[in-house]
């Protein structure tokens, strides 16, 4: 059922420029659990050209 249907996790961001890195472990009801699964993924919250920090290409 959570393959066809996925699973929703929220995760909170790093700040900018850190990595977020989020694990996760599935049981099933009849308590069998999945291989440990990770990712990861890097804030970049800078818009390219902006020179002054305003958050705007200028």
Do not use: C
């Amino acid at each position: 059922e959570d393959l066809e249907n996925g699973i929703t996790v929220k995760v909170t961001p790093a700040a900018e420029g850190e990595d977020t890195v989020v694990t996760a472990v599935v049981t099933d009801p009849q308590g069998n659990t999945s291989p440990e699964g990770k990712d990861n993924s890097t804030v970049d919250l800078v818009v390219p050209g902006d020179v002054d920090g305003d958050g705007e290409k200028t």
